[in-house]
Structure formats: structure tokens, C-alpha cells
């Protein structure tokens, strides 16, 4: 284990717990002051250890480059096929070029490692005390519940990331596994399988499932997790795992009281739990907002964004009908420094230079629904998903009469890749499909390529002719061409971890 890891983590103890929750119905009197032997005596404190373990997840700080969980789902787009991440843009190049997630002394290696697995250890505390607090059954529920959740969701993280697709092998060695919270003479574990690790989360979040299956959270308050989510986090791993019926009924009912947005609020930025189709998300205010920094990668049309860092591929654009509503957020840009540039403006701050962060929507339920029945064979009712999503972005429809559930599939995994972009599914979804990152050169092509010239509006105001700018890294860091399953498309595991866990490759 880590140092940080093998301590026996205590809100006292640990600097994060000092941290209140997401919005202001989560503050609470620091956390320092509730002496260790009463900290897990009543539900009321240890839903604040709830709390702060949720805010630590999303709101901490490794580097500015690491704002919480949020960077993992942006290290895993800058990895995919359609982000352009200027080389001299803060950040992810080094995501974006391969170099970064295979070297075991990183700092976003070792800050992505340590998040999950404390986020683990504090929701083992919750899920093995909560039964002898004091408080209502209810409430106990509710707290155990969304503990259980929260849990799987880190292990379905690591499962993600740091090994290939359970479907590949489901006897693969992946990270290892922690039920029961940690104390100083805490040993480390070895790597458990993918399989073992998948039981534990699906375990863990049809528990949940009963749990929450009283609990109405407040409307405004989507960082709550309730069935809905959970019943999306289930999708997720029924879908890595081949179970294609459970993975569209569980995709079904998470998306049932959510309805897809309309156009006019596909563009307005991405920024709000208000949102009708987000599911569950992080909210920010103006007091509380160290992951609303995320934005400053994504945002690259706001006067106040930092870095402009995700840019588009422009051959991503032209997988987008000229009607479809989301064709309408490109634009080449013509400022300074950033002449030819594609951005894709999705995301946006708010005036107050706050955003709230997307962590699961309705249509990525309704695509997993729609893959899920399109591997399952039944490409009719598959195409009926994705059309309905078509139909509300106003894209060409598919029309699944002579075609092959590949082709299908292949519709499906590209209107993915157009609605989910910026969300953090880039990698995964690469590593899920056994697929490969693809990328090219924006050039005219053949023998003797040149730059492809694309219209601007300069900072002058003239309408002028410049390169466009598209993928500047082409192949992986040894030279050789993108492929399936490459190493490359893994996080490493840090090498505290290595050195303190002489278990890890037992």
C-alpha cells in the first residue's frame, strides 16, 4: 500500500475531511473536532464523513493539473481519438502523447491511485460502522447505501484503467481489492482479477440498489446518490462485462425521469445540475468551487478559460449530419496563438466563472441500452434506441433494414463518440471494445501531402485563410502505429504502491 494508504484514515487525521461538502446544505463544524471514538457513533457524523469523502473525491487538489476526479475522466479523453491538446497547452499533452500514465512517479499517476483508494478506505469505515450507530434505519440505508455505490464506482474506475477489458480476460490481474478499512498494521493485498474485482462492484451496487430504493433525494441535489445512479453504475458494469440484458434494463430504469435535453440546452455549456438529462453530478458555487478548474480545459470559447486545452480533431467534426444540432458548437478559431484550431464549445463557464461537473447522463443510457440490444442481437430495437437520440439532435437516422449487427454496433460506438466528447469516455471506451486509438494528419493526403487551409476571423476582424491544426501526435511514444490492446492505453500503478505492498504481485 501507499503510505497515505496503510494510515488508518480518520476524519481527524486526515487533512481532506477538513473539506465540506458540495453545496452548502453539506457544511458542517470542522471535522477535527469530533474525537475519534465518537466519529462513527452517530449516522449524523458519519454522514458527514460521507460528505467529505464526496468532496475530496471531486474538489482535491493534487496539482492544477489534477482537480479531483474530474481529471481522470479528462486524461481519458485527451488519450482517445477526438481532442487535439496543443503541446504547448497545460495540462495533458503528455496524457494526449502516451508519455505521462506509464511512468510510476508521476504525479497524476500517484494522485489518480491515491483518490480512488482513499475514497475506498473512508466508504469501508462507513459501510462496516454504520450498522451500529446510533440513528434511524432509514437514514442508515440511505448513508450505506450511497457508501456501497461510491465504493464501486472507485473499483469500477480501476477496473477501467489499469487493466485491459474484462472481456479480453476476466482472470487478468487488475488492481487489488479492500473491503474492510485500513489501521496501521494493515498489510497490503495482491492484485485481484478482473473477475473478483467485477463482483465485488456488482455486489456492491445491487446491495446499493436495495438500500436506496426508498430514498427520494432533493431535486436540486444530484450529487446525492440514489437508485437512479447506482441503477447507471450497474449498466456501465453490466456492459464491460458482456451481460447485455442486464446492462439495457438497468440503463432503461436509470434514465426513465430524466428526458433528453432540448437543442437550446445542448448549448448552454454544460455547466448545470439543472440540467433534465443529468443524472448525477458535481455541483460548484462560487465558495465552493476547486472542480469547477475542470472547465478551464474544457472551455475554449470563454474570455476567462486558462488554457483552451481540448480542441477538437477536425475529422471528428465530419462525423456530424449539417443538421445535427451539435454541428452547430464548431467553430475554427481565429485568436491569437490559436489561428486554425477547431473548438468544439460544449462546455462553458458560467458568468460566475463556476461550472458543475456531468458524471452521468441519459443518453449515455440510452447508447449503452442501444448497444447493449445491439449485441444482443436484436439490431431493430437497437436502431430505435439510437434514433431516438438521433431524433432530438436532429441527426440522420439510422436505418437498420440489411444490416449486420457490426455495422450497427459501429453506428452506435461513433454516436458515442459525438455525445459524450469532453465526458471522459474517450480511453474507456477504447479499452472496453478492444478497439484502437485512431488519429491522422490534417492534410490533404497522398503522395505529396499539404496543410488543409480553413476560413478564419482573425483578431483583426479579417476573414482569412490559415493551416487547420489537427493531431500533432500520430503514433505511440516507441514510434509504432496505434493498435488494440497496446500497453500504452494503461495507468501504471505508482511506485509507493510497488514499494511499500510486497503483496502486489503475489
Avoid at 241 to 262: D, H
Avoid at 371 to 380: H, P, Q, T
Avoid at 390 to 415: C, F, Q, S, Y
Amino acid at each position: 500500500m501507499t503510505r497515505i494508504f496503510k494510515q488508518y484514515i480518520a476524519l481527524f487525521s486526515i487533512p481532506f475531511f477538513l473539506i465540506t461538502g458540495c453545496e452548502k446544505e453539506l457544511s458542517t463544524s470542522p471535522t477535527s473536532s469530533v474525537s475519534e471514538d465518537k466519529l462513527f457513533t452517530t449516522v449524523e457524523n458519519i454522514e458527514t464523513v460521507l460528505n467529505g469523502t464526496w468532496s475530496y473525491m471531486n474538489d482535491t487538489y493534487f496539482t492544477y493539473a489534477n482537480p479531483g476526479y474530474g481529471a481522470i475522466l479528462r486524461t481519458s479523453d485527451a488519450m482517445g481519438s477526438d481532442a487535439v491538446i496543443n503541446p504547448s497547452k497545460y495540462g495533458f499533452p503528455a496524457a494526449y502523447s502516451f508519455t505521462q500514465m506509464q511512468i510510476n512517479t508521476d504525479t497524476r499517476v500517484s494522485a489518480f491511485w491515491t483518490l480512488l483508494y482513499k475514497v475506498i478506505d473512508n466508504c469501508n469505515n462507513i459501510i462496516t460502522k454504520i450498522d451500529a450507530s446510533v440513528g434511524s434505519q432509514e437514514k442508515k440505508d440511505q448513508i450505506k447505501g450511497q457508501a456501497l455505490a461510491l465504493r464501486a464506482n472507485s473499483y469500477l474506475t480501476l477496473a477501467t484503467f489499469y487493466q485491459f477489458t474484462y472481456l479480453k480476460d476476466p482472470e487478468a490481474k487488475a488492481v487489488p481489492v479492500y473491503t474492510e478499512s485500513a489501521k496501521p498494521t494493515s498489510e497490503g493485498n495482491p492484485k485481484a482479477s478482473l473477475k473478483e474485482v467485477y463482483n465485488l462492484i456488482l455486489t456492491d451496487l445491487n446491495d446499493a440498489k436495495r438500500l436506496l430504493s426508498t430514498y427520494n433525494r432533493p431535486a436540486s441535489a444530484k450529487y446525492k446518490i440514489n437508485a437512479d445512479v447506482v441503477n447507471g453504475l450497474l449498466a456501465r458494469a453490466y456492459l464491460n462485462t458482456g451481460n447485455w440484458t442486464e446492462a439495457a434494463l438497468s440503463a432503461a430504469e436509470a434514465r426513465k425521469a430524466y428526458p433528453l435535453m432540448s437543442a437550446a440546452d445542448y448549448a448552454e455549456g454544460f455547466n448545470s445540475l439543472a440540467n433534465r438529462e443529468w443524472i448525477w453530478g458535481h455541483g460548484q458555487t462560487t465558495d465552493q468551487s476547486n472542480a469547477s478548474y475542470n472547465f478551464h480545459f474544457l472551455d475554449v470559447s470563454s474570455a476567462s478559460s486558462y488554457y483552451y486545452s481540448f480542441m477538437a480533431d477536425p475529422y471528428f467534426k465530419d462525423l456530424f449530419d449539417a443538421n445535427d444540432i451539435r454541428s452547430q458548437l464548431f467553430l475554427w478559431d481565429g485568436l491569437k496563438g490559436r489561428e486554425g484550431s477547431l473548438r468544439y464549445q460544449k462546455f462553458r463557464f458560467r458568468q460566475n466563472q463556476t461550472a458543475d461537473i456531468v458524471l452521468m447522463r441519459s443518453s449515455e443510457m440510452l447508447l449503452i441500452e442501444a448497444e447493449a440490444k445491439a449485441r444482443g442481437g436484436f439490431l431493430s430495437e437497437a436502431a430505435q434506441r439510437l434514433n431516438e437520440l438521433r431524433t432530438i439532435r436532429n441527426a440522420t437516422l439510422l436505418d437498420a433494414a440489411g444490416k449486420g449487427p457490426a455495422e450497427v454496433i459501429a453506428a452506435i460506438l461513433i454516436e458515442r463518440r459525438k455525445e459524450l466528447w469532453g465526458e471522459g469516455f474517450a480511453l474507456s471506451d477504447i479499452l472496453r471494445t478492444q478497439g484502437k486509438v485512431t488519429r491522422k494528419a490534417f492534410t490533404t493526403g497522398g503522395a505529396n501531402p499539404a496543410p488543409v487551409y480553413v476560413t478564419i476571423t482573425n483578431a483583426e476582424g479579417n476573414t482569412v485563410q490559415v493551416p487547420g491544426i489537427g493531431h500533432s501526435v500520430l503514433v505511440l511514444p516507441d514510434k509504432t502505429p496505434f493498435v488494440e490492446n497496446s500497453p500504452y492505453y494503461l495507468f501504471t500503478i505508482p511506485e509507493l504502491e510497488v514499494n511499500n505492498n510486497p503483496r502486489l504481485n503475489d
